[in-house]
C-alpha cells in the first residue's frame, strides 16, 4: 500500500469522532461460558464442562453500535427488548459501551433475545437460545420509524440496517426506512436476511457472504472470481443498489461500484493475519463501512477499511469490536509490509 493511500485513510479515520450513524435492527444479548473438559458425564456421553468465566456482549444490531462506538463514532441504536432482566443488562452493556440507548422500544409483550454459547477452550460445545415468537405489532412499527426520523434530524450520516430476521426489520419498517433516508439524501447499509433479500432495492450498498449472496438470488453458489463477479452483477442489476460487497471469507471482499451507472469491480484480498472466530465479522464489516463513508470515504476506501476492520475481528474470541487505535495500527503494519 502506498504511504499516500495510508495518508488517506488515515484522515478518514481522524474524522470518525464526529460522526453519527443510526443503527436500527435485532438486538439480542450473547452470553459465553467458557471453561474446560477434563471428562465424560457418567449421565450421558456429553462433556462436562469445568466453568471458568461468564460474560456477556451485546450482540446482532448492538455489536454492530458497538463497533460503531469503538472506532469513535456516536451511534443511536433503535431496537426492540421486553422488560425482562437481559434487557436491562443489555440496556448497562450498551451504555458503557459508548452507545446511546435512548431509542431502544421496550415492549412487555416482547422478550430480549439471550444467545449462550458454552465454550471448552477454544471450541464451541453448545449454543442455547431464548427466542420466543413474536409478531411486530403496527404500533411499534411506528415507534422504530419514528425513532428513525429522529436520528436522521439529529444529523445521522448513515443508517444502518441490522437484520437478523427476529423481528423488527418487518418489509414496512424496511421500506419506509429506506424512502425516509432517500428523502434526506441519508446512504443506507444493509446486512441483509436472506428472507428479506429483494425488499432492499435501491439501497446505498449490502454486505453479504457468499452464501447469503447466492441464496438470496436462489443460485447454487460457485466458487472463483468469474462466479463472484456474475452473482454480484446480477443482484446490483436485480436490486438496483448503487454499491454491492460480498464478504468472502479467506478469500476476502469484492465490491461492486455502480456509482454513475459504470459498474465497477474490485476484489480485495483478506488481511487477516490468523482468524480464531468469525462471530460478528458481518458486523465489524458494515460498521466500518457505513462509519467510513459518513466520513466522506470513497466506496473503495471504506472497503478498504471495512477489510482491515474484519482482519483484526476475526483474530479475537467471540462477539468482539475493534477500535480506532487498532485499525490505525493495522493499517500502519500492512504499510511496511506491502
Known sequence: MASGTFGRLRRIIDRFGSQRVAVLGDLMLDRYIRGSVRRISPEAPVPVVQVREEHTVAGGAGNVAANLAALGARPGLIALTGRDNAARELSDILSAAGVETGSLISDPAAFTIEKTRVIAEHQQVVRFDREPAFKLSPSLQKAALNAVEEHLKAGAGALILSDYGKGLLTPHVIEAAIQLCRKRGVPVFVDPKVEHFHRYKK??????????????????????????????????????????????????????????????????????????????????????????????ATLEEAALLSNFAAGIVVGKLGTAAVTREELLENIKSWTKTA
Open 203 to 296: 439501497v446505498t450498498c449490502l454486505t453479504p457472504n457468499t452464501t447469503e449472496a447466492c441464496q438470496g438470488m436462489r443460485l447454487l453458489q460457485k466458487d472463483g472470481r468469474d462466479a463472484v463477479e456474475e452473482l454480484g452483477k446480477k443482484i446490483v442489476g436485480t436490486l438496483k443498489c448503487l454499491s454491492l460487497l460480498i464478504t468472502r471469507g479467506e478469500h476476502g471482499m469484492t465490491l461492486f461500484n455502480n456509482t454513475g451507472g459504470r459498474m465497477k469491480v474490485l476484489h480485495i484480498p483478506t488481511k487477516a493475519r490468523e482468524v480464531y472466530d468469525v462471530t460478528g465479522a458481518g458486523d465489524t464489516v458494515i460498521s466500518a463501512l457505513a462509519l467510513a463513508s459518513a466520513a466522506g
